[in-house]
């Protein structure tokens, strides 16, 4: 099932980057490139709306008691790798389904918010095929999640706001706040240790915090926010 499943979103990707591509020979932009100093203030943006939805999260776990802090340290290298790699992880994954599965499926429907939704789907396909721990849960946090750098990419019309989103999202995530990050602990605790407890649903089990029904409180706190910095224009897919 999971070979099946990524497989589809293979080939999806394909169809839909080799539409994005043409269109952009055609003249039309993808919304990758670098306008001065454009690009790092979306991702600065990006960044601080990303904390408040994590942190949202967080505090909402906390309330319900199924979040702990184990205890607090500080890790400068282990802080700039986790970034390097949530950076560069995070880069990939905007280029691939936004700007070129979005990108595409704008091109081939017409309809940006069918689009969106399609993509949405394919991104928690994705999940769901390649990483490990996954539930009902954390696969519909991963599709909320595509919704939700879906709706910067389409907003703005370039991967910026949704890359400074994406990044923050796992990096305060695992690294600063120490939670799992996509069933994945490797680059964590960089500032807190903290475990998760109760029930998975909850709490979000071996998942973590995106395993947990209250992520989809903090995803839609950030669509908000994005929605409230941005405002769409006629140059905008």
């Known amino acids: 099932m999971d070979a099946i499943l990524a497989a589809v979103v293979v080939v999806t990707l394909v169809v839909t980057a080799?539409?994005?591509v043409r269109a952009r020979r055609a003249g039309h932009p993808l919304g990758?490139?670098?306008?001065?100093?454009?690009?790092?203030r979306s991702v600065g943006?990006?960044?601080?709306?990303?904390?408040?939805?994590?942190?949202?999260?967080?505090?909402?776990?906390a309330l319900a008691g199924v979040a702990h802090v184990d205890g607090v340290t500080v890790d400068p290298a282990l802080l700039l790798l986790g970034l390097?790699?949530?950076?560069?992880?995070?880069?990939?994954?905007?280029?691939?389904?936004?700007?070129?599965?979005?990108g595409g499926l704008v091109r081939l429907t017409g309809r940006p918010w069918l689009a969106l939704a399609l993509m949405a789907v394919a991104v928690g396909a994705f999940?769901?095929?390649?990483?490990?721990?996954?539930?009902?849960?954390s696969v519909a946090s991963s599709t909320l999640g595509g919704v939700m750098y879906g709706v910067a990419f389409l907003r703005?019309?370039?991967?910026w706001?949704?890359?400074?989103?994406?990044?923050?999202?796992?990096?305060?995530?695992?690294t600063v706040l120490g939670f799992t990050v996509s069933g994945t602990d490797d680059y964590s605790g960089a500032l807190l240790q903290v475990h998760t407890s109760g029930a998975d649903w909850l709490g979000g089990g071996s998942y973590g915090p995106e395993g947990s029904v209250l992520?989809?409180?903090g995803r839609l706190v950030i669509i908000g926010l994005i929605v409230l910095v941005t405002r769409p224009g006629p140059d905008r897919p």
């Not at 990758?32 to 790092?40: D, E, K, N, P, Q």
């Not at 390097?84 to 979005?102: A, H, I, K, N, P």
């Not at 703005?156 to 991967?159: A, E, S, V, Y």
Request: charge should be neutral; charged fraction near 5%; glycine fraction near 16%.
């Open 18 to 20: 080799t539409t994005a």
């Open 32 to 40: 990758a490139g670098i306008r001065g100093v454009g690009a790092a």
């Open 45 to 61: 943006t990006g960044l601080a709306i990303a904390a408040a939805g994590m942190l949202t999260t967080t505090g909402l776990m």
């Open 84 to 102: 390097l790699v949530f950076s560069l992880s995070g880069y990939v994954e905007e280029l691939l389904f936004r700007v070129l599965m979005l």
């Open 127 to 137: 999940h769901l095929a390649t990483t490990a721990h996954t539930t009902v849960l």
């Open 156 to 159: 703005t019309g370039t991967l």
């Open 161 to 174: 706001l949704g890359l400074g989103v994406h990044i923050g999202w796992n990096w305060f995530q695992g």
């Open 215 to 217: 992520s989809l409180v």
